[in-house]
């Protein structure tokens, strides 16, 4: 299996002058160790192939360089082509941290906002702008909720519900409490985008998660897997990883809350940025994907794994809940704080 890997990978990494002893296979990406050190070759599809030499250029020229390096070929190239497919070259660096530190999750979301720091750009916005963004996010959200609606309203004129009916009848008042929550921040977030008139964007990496933050022998923090980065809110980027991390069991952790408050430590979100980000998070999407697919799809699954789907969902709304209320109740204890510093200044200037 190796001699075939390095037969198949031998005349890409002829063009970087070099000659494989050994291949590992990762998925997309292979482990190739060589007398001039290990290395990391990963398959990219043509589609990313596009923009990813675009991003890493202006990465490089912001001045961010907290990315795993790319190797460029002898004819100084970032991507080469190969039986189709495109591939590029990274010195390999390892996921792990020594064991007396385990602070990835820190170490990480420091670094997140300074890519975002460092690509951040602020611009002024026409209240039609902001007009379509609220109206668009509105109508999509009406019709998921329309469709609950009539789903429950269905369930509940039937003599014998399903095990899935039964159970969404049960989560049903939470689902309408967390769109409600949504809807209500993002009329926040409207109101204060037309007295400001301002947006911030920055490169999102895409992918954010640990495995995609990896360790030089220093244990220095870089991102790898940067082919899905865009321009875009800094709020993509934190949705899509709290998304994934509270997809789990019902936990209560404040690990979460902890990971934020860095990230804006060092890259403080704008008060409407975190009403959007407060939005995006509450609205029960997951609740609305599973009932939409026992719907539209019932033979895909069976019963009893819809049943452990929707339950899956229900408890990543639970989680979700939990950690916004802790954002919302961190708010209101600064604000409070700095309203009583504020009429403490004032009363000291008029004695």
Sequence with gaps: MTENLINYYGPILNRYNLKADFI??????????????????????????????????????????KIVPIHATVDNHFLTLFDNKYHYLMPWYSNELGEERDDRHQ??????????????????????????????????????????ESFITKCENK???????LQFCSIYHDTVQGSNFAYMKLEEWYEQMKETKKNRTV??????????FLFDKNGSGYFC??????????????????????HTYPIQ???????????????????EEL???????????????????????????????FVASLQRAYWQMKNIEFFLTTIVEDERRRKAQEELELNQEENQSHT
């Design 24 to 65: 590992e296979e990762f998925g997309k990406v292979k482990k190739v160790y060589t007398k001039n050190g290990v290395f990391a070759l990963k398959t990219i599809s043509a589609k990313r192939a596009l923009e990813f030499p675009t991003i890493i250029r202006k990465l490089y020229k912001s001045g961010y360089t």
């Design 107 to 148: 170490l990480l979301f420091k670094e997140l906002a300074r890519l975002h720091s460092y690509s951040s750009k602020e611009f002024e916005v026409v209240e039609q702008e902001i007009s379509e963004h609220h109206r668009f996010h509105i109508e999509q959200w009406d019709r998921r909720k329309e469709f609950l």
């Design 159 to 165: 003599w014998y519900m399903s095990p899935f009916e």
């Design 203 to 212: 490169l999102n990496h895409g992918k954010v998660s640990v495995r995609h």
């Design 225 to 246: 897997n940067l082919e899905d980065s865009k321009v875009g809110t800094p709020v993509n980027d934190l949705v899509l990883f709290f998304y994934r991390t509270l």
């Design 253 to 271: 952790s404040y690990d979460c809350f902890e990971w934020l408050s860095t990230y804006r430590k060092y890259y403080p979100l704008k008060e």
């Design 275 to 305: 009403l959007l980000f407060l939005s995006y998070m509450a609205f029960p999407e997951p609740i609305y994907r599973c009932v939409y697919k026992y719907e539209n799809s019932k033979n895909s699954m069976s019963e009893r794994q």
